[in-house]
């Protein structure tokens, strides 16, 4: 084929898809309600498969990457794109992120960590202080499919309408006019005289005829300029000139009065002329308007239009804003400037394409945020007022408010009846007025409190703002109807509760029993005043529904009497199962009175408040006027699905007294209204103080050195439900205990109060102590402990020793030493564990690193015990636990011990994800794992240590339950590995190595190791275990396409080839799913394209790319070369010869992939995408050798008459499946079938309707040489080599497919389309240099299959037509057309007849297509 025609042919053909691509998709931009269904194809019975072989297909050997970047290193830095070929040097980095916190301050206690002295205390520490180590990947958003793309081509919103032919009404008599009206355009009609453009002698008077004009504005916003003979305009017009071409309207009188002149683009001109000047400015007027509309027009088309040029051909394009700029521009260079605002404003191929336009989140992953503290339903409570019947004056000049007689105080906390427990901390409120409060002498408890040597985290700044509390806040992690708010209430202690509530239970004369109880309460209050007593409680609920939508219209029961026999909690819990119940709470005495409680919602942005351990929050104003707010404590249930990692520093431990057995004492003569005093010792010498840190109630301090329970009158076996709140101090030793001291208080208030009464008021009547720590860890639950009538000093070394004997000091027993009083004890602390396991562990931990030999038995058997360990606790600590382990596998030297460590690893990851809590380890992995610093000498890599272990687990030997486990979680253990790698790469300086000098000899043999250790699982455990499977196969593709980041580039495409060894052809379904996922993650790398290295690679040093001898087909060294495209385009070429669903895996793998270099705005300019689709041209190759599989009949959408049915047809009828298929070729059916003058056609010399024109379906049943037969390297039939003696593939070895497979059935419609478009975006995205070479080395026989194919794609994409779609639909059937365009829309800038030869060659027998999309 000659230069000139090749030429020629490529800039029609070009012309032909630059006037068609943004329409292929044209049907998903009409109306969707005009869908249909595409023809469904014969299942895959219908085709035939002979198998002569499944052998595997030979693996292509990939180039030493890092060597040959050397090597060719000048070749590469001279290639204007460079950034093609190179991985950019800020790829990755580390970056230590700021740890936010909503405190002003850090939670951690300022000197906690030099108090820690315990390993496991110390450790917590580090994490809640340590900020958040993360590893950046600057080109990360690259690295997933398209659709998560950065500045990713958004769909258009709306496609600009067309008015196609096809979809015109056939009615003649319609009249025309009304189609611009329509639109609501410019529309004007009338008689002109038109110059006689045709004559060779200039224009005269006599050469101008009289016509009428009809201007109209089409369905595409154009305009044309219609003329008739007469008025008739419903015929059709004479002749038309399309204003589209039209640079301008001036006025002429040269030859004629009142004549005007249109200039063309192709500097021809039109004379028209007016009967009357007016009529003549008129015409060019509404002409000029026309004009500029269209200049308009076509600048926001190019505004909003998507640029692929160079900078240079940028600046070309720029046009002027006025109408007279824009005139010399463009007839300077009329084609030029055509074909680019073409190409500008049209939308991309595959922004059309329907599978890019669909809604897919499955490859997204989710969202990985840091650890945060994390509440369940928040509810705010306000305190508003209490109330009884009985209200006075309480000054002594009775001058002020009427308010209660005597102070009150309320408990707030929550019960929840379906899980039988209390689910909050106490919410201790002081409601009364200031007069009432000062009733109340504060000098004892000042006295009890002392001057305070504490070192607490409150400032004294905020002291005076927390005394009075009023509002606090709930939290709730499972919220249900069954919760309800409490609110216990106190007095100061009086007497019985039956006596003290009776005169709030009368409704009469209330005004003189006031005063009588107010004479009372001010006695009591004097002598008593730091001792309270039971009175009243009352109950709410909190949600209506499980969902936690607040019941804020409930309000507070009645306030019920408290029974001094039905104290505790446990009561409380029965009372409120009977709460609705009307029976049975009726049956309940009432006191008289009032409790204003009211609820709502938490907004995020609440301001002003403190948490459980009083540190205010960022949105907090330091003033003595602000109403802080208090969280209270939620006791969560101790399950892990409710369990979050602690991220904050709290020490807390709730202390309950619940009952005194005292009736049987003997040791004291009045025993009756016991008081118990609760400290915090840190010793039992007898000078030694309570420390001080039991938080206080209001009105008092902050925290305080004793706590009193309330007292029950002539009690002698008193319950309690009190809760003394203590903050612990961070390192606990063994000499910490509870000191819980008994006092008889005297009630009798008939003394007036002499100072030798006073001396009695209290008279102790027992000790008894708690230590708090036991084998390591905070004695928590129900505890008895007997009494002692004296304490000692030393009294805590003493121990029973024997029957009757004993070590220590001398301490006198109550009733024979019976464990009389009953504790319990309730620990929230994010520093102390109550597991025993973990607590073994960490402390075996600190003995070795403090010197002690560590022994490997002892140590892997705390390791195993840690396989017991409470779910809980390890989510709760998860952060400081992995920590941990990892550090342990750095410093083993067995490899036993690096076993269990990895397998405890895999039993903690494996419980997360069985709570669906996998998000927490996704989090450690990002922000909270840190590699160890490295030390040659010392400490391995857990990277390299981790990848072993791994390997061990994995051998056939070994636990199938935990390998199961590896398997199914594998993505966490490789993503440690990735984080680990690059630590060691950055902290250790070794990013600036050779690639191949980054890591140890050791640790690439356990990564090629591990990777084969694998791939049996992956193989062979699909069936019985699809889950693990799948997941490993997913994981491994992720760790080998980051490994690209890291290692040695050529290493990595090694371990690929390993893998892809382990398929075969004729495989199951999974597997080829397992293949091409893992495919489509490892190409998805976002510098993919470098990898490919898109390059010359000739002999010589120095190759330009014009000198680029490409690939047109899989040879052995493409696929060397460029390993990664390489071999997915052999996989999907083998895949085509499998069954369906396992085509339509491979080819929606190429398809998004290259979709996703479409729309990568990094090779957003056209010489990028040229560069890329040189990549991809064995295609070509691909789609040639299953050309014959695309079937005309069945994908055509007009029926076909039986006549036109040659003996060629009948070649395709196919033998029954048991014989033997070899495929003929046929004697150039194709060669004698083409038109003579089809060129002829593209040149606009002959004409496309001649009898010369080809039958389609003689072109489609073209050349069976096409073998739908691949064999191996070397073992082409004799027809097709003989035929390929000067073919694409001369003097090489194909390696398209590897096994001999021949394949007859169909593909289907859908793989047809898919395969087309990316044909379409390969010939659209080549260089014009590229596709001249290829028609140069194609051989007769390819030219014309290429040919063919480039049919399909015009009849694949044809448009119908809406009215074919609605019959479709309908089931009518089909239409036949007359040959009118159905693939483009009404003509438009039509500037010469090589345009007009084009669209005629688009619509070539179109009574035959292969779509009627």
């Not at 009615?171 to 025309?176: N, P, Q, R, S």
């Not at 000047?277 to 998507?306: D, P, S, V, Y």
């Not at 029993?513 to 009352?538: D, E, I, S």
């Not at 050349?1263 to 739908?1268: A, F, I, T």
Request: aromatic share 10%; charged share 25%.
């Amino acid at each position: 084929m000659g230069c000139t025609t090749s030429v020629v042919l490529f800039k029609g053909i070009r012309t032909v898809f630059e006037r068609n691509c943004g329409y292929i998709c044209k049907q998903q931009g009409e109306n969707n309600a005009l869908e249909y269904t595409a023809f469904s194809l014969p299942d895959e019975d219908s085709g035939i498969l002979i198998h002569s072989s499944l052998a595997k297909p030979k693996l292509i050997e990939p180039i030493d990457y890092e060597n040959v970047i050397v090597q060719r290193k000048t070749q590469i830095l001279n290639d204007a794109l460079r950034e093609m070929l190179l991985f950019p040097y800020d790829d990755f980095q580390t970056a230590l992120l700021k740890r936010q916190s909503r405190y002003i301050h850090s939670t951690v206690p300022e000197n906690a960590e030099k108090e820690a002295q315990s390993l496991f205390v110390t450790e917590c520490i580090k994490t809640y202080n340590s900020d958040w180590h993360v590893v950046n990947y600057k080109y990360e958003d690259y690295s997933a499919e398209f659709r998560q793309l950065p500045n990713k081509v958004t769909k258009p919103e709306k496609l600009p309408v067309h008015l196609y032919e096809v979809d015109e009404e056939a009615d003649k008599d319609e009249d025309a006019a009304s189609l611009g009206s329509q639109k609501g355009g410019i529309t004007k009609q009338g008689w002109l005289y038109k110059g006689n453009m045709n004559s060779a002698i200039s224009v005269t008077m006599r050469s101008f005829k009289r016509r009428f004009f009809h201007l109209i504005q089409l369905g595409d916003g154009s305009y044309n300029l219609n003329f008739y003979k007469d008025e008739k305009i419903s015929k059709e017009p004479k002749g038309s000139i399309f204003l589209d071409s039209c640079m301008g309207v001036v006025q002429n009188n040269k030859v004629r009065r009142f004549a005007f002149e249109l200039k063309m683009q192709d500097k021809s001109s039109y004379l028209l002329a007016a009967d009357s000047e007016l009529e003549m400015e008129e015409w060019i007027n509404t002409l000029n308007k026309i004009l500029q509309l269209n200049f308009e027009a076509a600048m926001q088309e190019k505004r909003n239009g998507e640029s692929h040029e160079d900078d240079e051909q940028s600046k070309m394009e720029s046009s002027s804003s006025s109408f007279d700029s824009y005139y010399p521009e463009i007839t300077k260079s009329t084609r030029e400037a055509e074909i680019k605002l073409k190409s500008e404003s049209r939308v991309k191929l595959f922004a059309l394409d329907p599978d890019a336009q669909k809604l897919d989140f499955s490859g997204i992953e989710p969202e990985v945020k840091p650890f945060e503290e994390k509440f369940g339903k928040k509810i705010l409570v306000k305190c508003n007022d209490l109330s009884f019947n009985l209200q006075s004056c309480v000054a002594e000049n009775e001058e002020g408010p009427t308010t209660n007689v005597e102070p009150f105080f309320v408990t707030l906390s929550l019960f929840d009846i379906k899980i039988n427990r209390k689910i909050s901390a106490d919410f201790h409120v002081d409601l009364n007025h200031h007069s009432v409060r000062h009733m109340i002498s504060s000098a004892p408890q000042q006295m009890m409190n002392g001057s305070g040597d504490g070192s607490h985290r409150i400032q004294d700044t905020y002291e005076t703002m927390l005394q009075y509390p009023k509002q606090g806040i709930f939290s709730v992690t499972c919220p249900h109807p069954d919760i309800f708010l409490v609110a216990r209430i106190e007095k100061v202690l009086q007497g019985s509760i039956t006596h003290c509530a009776e005169p709030y239970m009368k409704s009469s004369d209330s005004a003189k029993v006031a005063q009588k109880v107010l004479k009372n309460a001010k006695q009591a209050c004097q002598r008593l005043g730091q001792y309270r007593m039971p009175f009243a409680w009352a109950a709410r609920t909190l949600f209506k529904d499980a969902s936690g939508m607040l019941d804020k219209n409930a309000r507070f029961s009645p306030l019920f009497r408290q029974d001094s026999n039905k104290l505790s909690n446990e009561d409380m819990l029965k009372f409120l199962a009977d709460f609705r119940k009307p029976e049975k709470m009726a049956k309940l005495p009432v006191i008289l009175g009032n409790l204003d409680v009211t609820i709502d919602n938490v907004s995020p942005d609440f301001p002003n408040y403190v948490n459980s351990s009083y540190i205010p929050m960022k949105q907090f104003e330091n003033s003595t006027k602000t109403l802080i707010t208090f969280e209270i404590e939620e006791f969560v249930p101790c399950i892990p699905k409710h369990t979050q990692p602690f991220t904050i520093y709290n020490n807390h431990l709730y202390v309950y007294p619940k009952h005194l057995k005292y009736d049987s004492q003997k040791s004291f003569a009045k025993a009756r209204n016991i008081a118990i005093c609760i400290e915090f010792k840190d010793s039992d010498e007898e000078d030694s103080l309570p420390l001080k840190c039991i938080y206080g109630r209001p009105g008092g301090p902050i925290f305080t050195r004793s706590a009193f329970a309330a007292v029950l009158h002539h009690h002698q076996n008193p319950e309690f439900y009190d809760e003394i709140k203590i903050e612990l101090p961070t390192q606990l030793h063994e000499k910490h205990h509870l000191l819980f001291t008994f006092y008889h208080v005297s009630c009798d208030n008939s003394s007036k109060g002499s100072t030798k009464k006073k001396d009695v008021v209290e008279t102790q009547v027992g000790y008894s102590w708690l230590p708090l720590i036991k084998d390591g860890r905070v004695v928590t639950n129900d505890q008895h402990i007997p009494v002692s009538a004296n304490l000692p000093s030393g009294y805590l070394s003493y121990q029973e020793v024997g029957v009757g004997k004993h070590s220590g000091p001398e301490i006198k027993w109550v009733d024979g030493g019976k464990q009389l009083l009953k504790i319990s004890t309730h620990l929230v602390s994010t520093v102390y564990t109550q597991d025993q396991h973990l607590h073994n562990f960490f402390q075996y931990c600190q003995k070795t690193e403090s010197g002690a030999r560590a022994l490997g038995t002892e140590l892997v058997k705390y390791l195993k015990s840690l396989h017991a360990m409470e779910g809980h606790v390890m989510i709760a600590f998860l952060p400081t636990v992995l920590n941990q382990l990892f550090r342990v596998l750095t410093r083993a030297t067995q490899e036993e011990v690096a076993v269990n460590v990895t397998r405890v690893i895999i039993h903690i990851v494996a419980q997360c994800h069985e709570e669906g809590l996998d998000s927490y380890l996704r989090s450690y992995v990002k922000y909270a794992y840190k590699a160890e610093p490295y030390v040659a000498s010392e400490y391995k890599t857990v990277h390299e240590e981790l990848t072993k272990s791994m390997t061990t687990i994995l051998k056939p030997s070994a636990d199938f339950l935990t390998s199961n486990k590896l398997l199914k979680y594998s993505w966490f253990f490789f993503e440690v590995l990735i984080k680990s790698m690059a630590q060691h790469l950055i902290e250790n300086s070794k990013v600036k190595l050779l690639r191949n000098q980054r890591f140890s000899a050791s640790f690439h043999h356990a990564v090629e190791t591990v990777v084969n250790m694998l791939m049996p699982h992956i193989t062979q455990k699909y069936r019985d275990n699809p889950e693990a499977s799948k997941n490993a196969n997913h994981s491994l593709a992720a760790f080998i396409k980051r490994c690209f980041t890291f290692m040695d580039r050529g290493f990595v495409f090694k371990q690929i080839n390993n893998y892809i060894s382990c398929f075969a052809p004729g495989d199951p379904k999974t597997l080829f799913e397992f293949k091409f996922e893992f495919l489509r993650v490892v190409c998805n790398h976002e510098h993919y394209i470098p990898l490919n290295l898109p390059m010359p690679f000739g002999k010589g040093r120095v190759q330009r790319y014009q000198d680029l001898q490409l690939d047109y087909s899989l040879t052995d060294e493409f696929c060397k070369n460029h390993f990664l495209v390489g071999l997915l385009l052999r996989e999907v070429g083998n895949a085509l010869q499998e069954f369906r669903e396992v085509r339509q895996i491979a080819i929606s793998v190429l398809k998004n992939l290259m979709i996703k270099h479409s729309f990568d705005d990094r090779y957003a300019s056209r010489v990028h995408q040229a560069r890329i689709a040189t990549m991809y041209l064995p295609l070509f190759g691909l789609l040639i050798e299953n050309v014959q599989r695309i079937n005309v009949k069945d994908v055509s959408p007009f029926p076909i008459n039986p006549s036109s049915n040659s003996a060629k047809d009948d070649g395709l009828n196919l033998p029954t499946a048991n014989q033997l298929v070899t495929p003929q070729k046929t004697v150039n059916t194709l060669d004698n079938n083409l038109p003579k003058d089809l060129f002829g056609v593209i040149s606009g010399i002959a004409s496309p309707y001649t009898t010369s024109t080809p039958n389609i379906n003689c072109v489609r049943n073209a050349d069976s040489r096409g073998s739908l037969i691949s064999t191996d390297s070397g073992n082409s039939l004799p027809e097709r080599h003989s035929d390929k003696s000067n073919s694409l593939d001369k003097n090489q070895q194909s390696s398209t497919l590897g096994s001999s497979v021949v394949r007859y059935d169909k593909l289907d419609q859908a793989e047809i389309k898919s395969l087309l478009m990316c044909f379409l975006h390969i010939l659209r995205s080549m260089s014009e240099d590229a596709l001249f070479t290829y028609w140069n080395k194609a051989t007769k026989s390819e030219l014309m299959d290429f040919f063919t194919i480039t049919e399909v794609c015009l009849h694949q994409f044809q448009y119908m037509g809406k009215r074919y779609i609605a019959r479709n639909q309908e089931g009518l059937g089909s239409i036949v057309h007359d040959r009118k365009s159905q693939t483009l829309p009404v003509s438009r800038n039509r500037t010469g007849m090589m345009h007009a030869r084009l669209q005629q060659l688009s619509s070539l027998d179109n009574s035959l297509t292969f779509n009627h999309m």
